[in-house]
């Protein structure tokens, strides 16, 4: 989130362009750690996406402040669903 929310700070609030040397980090050390799992990374990388969304909506409660939606819970709810199918699904493919 920090890779995406930074460069955001520094386009739409004015932050400093610094703000981009961390969120380069953070992405490249994220695409350095999909390599590391023996599991395709495009698989681990699909499975993140539950995490990632649930996340976000995290986000979106305690940094922005926004009360969640019945529709954030149950998107989310089918996010983890597709993750749960995918993460159950390695040893079988």
Not at 17 to 33: E, M, Q
């Amino acid at each position: 989130i920090i890779g995406c929310f930074l460069p955001w700070l520094w386009l739409k609030r004015n932050a400093s362009i610094w703000l981009l040397l961390p969120a380069g980090i953070s992405l490249a050390l994220f695409v350095w750690l999909l390599t590391l799992h023996p599991a395709a990374s495009g698989r681990v990388y699909a499975a993140y996406g539950g995490v990632y969304v649930c996340t976000a909506l995290i986000w979106l409660r305690v940094v922005d402040g926004v009360k969640l939606t019945l529709y954030d819970w149950t998107g989310a709810l089918i996010a983890l669903c597709g993750m749960l199918i995918i993460v159950a699904g390695w040893g079988r493919a």
